[in-house]
């Protein structure tokens, strides 16, 4: 289990010496000792790396999938959310607003913001009919896509303009951006102090 969690080389020194991450880890190793059905972890990864963040998902992944091992697990990050849970309950000032499966929940998503890196600086967003585009900077854009819209209408735009697409990505994560959604348009009492939990 220490090597798992990247704590082997420390097995011999002291908890205090270890750093903020190496604590978050422990403490899992602490929770996981006696091989528990369920784990309960309250922002696990609040504080530590990116990629110390991605190996710890990693692991409660295989403790879930391998060992069966149930995890509630609250979070500020909505992007750990996604991707670990198969079930959420929107917390907002200690009520539950929303509970259901993260595939439903997407289901509800109508817009997904993609950023569309450039292969040269432009001067201006170009106009593209029936979609919402904005210059993040000289070389990178921002399109906004609803629901029955097709991002190739986007690029076949573009490449008519003469202007060239080297890389595309979701500008959030879907859940943040469902999160972000639901905020703005007022359709459920959260606020950007709302808890996810999974």
């Known amino acids: 289990m220490l090597s798992d969690l990247g704590l082997w080389d ?8 270890l750093s903020g991450g190496m604590k978050r880890r422990l403490m899992i190793a ?10 309960i ?36 990050y909505l992007e ?14 200690g009520r539950i607003v929303r509970d259901t499966s993260v595939r439903d929940l997407l289901a509800e998503l109508n817009t997904e913001t993609f950023l569309l ?9 170009p106009s593209i009919d029936g979609f919402e585009v904005r210059q993040v900077d000289g070389a990178q854009l921002s399109v906004m ?9 986007v ?3 573009l490449g008519e303009q003469g202007i060239e697409v080297m890389s ?10 469902m999160f972000v959604s639901m905020v703005e348009e007022g359709q459920s009492p959260i606020d950007r102090d709302t808890e996810v939990r999974g």
């Open 10 to 17: 420390k097995r011999n020194g002291s908890a205090r010496m």
């Open 30 to 39: 602490r929770a996981l000792m006696h091989r528990p059905r369920l784990l």
């Open 41 to 76: 972890l309250d922002e696990p990864t609040a504080g530590v790396d990116i990629e110390l963040r991605r190996s710890m998902w990693e692991y409660m992944r295989h403790i879930n999938e391998v060992e069966g091992t149930t995890i509630i697990l609250t979070t500020h």
């Open 80 to 93: 750990e959310a996604e991707s670990l849970c198969r079930h959420v309950g929107i917390i907002n000032h």
């Open 117 to 125: 890196d450039l292969a040269h600086p432009i001067e201006e967003a």
């Open 145 to 153: 896509v609803h629901r029955g819209q097709r991002l190739n209408d």
């Open 155 to 157: 690029f076949e735009a």
């Open 168 to 177: 595309m990505r979701n500008r959030a994560n879907r859940l943040e951006e």
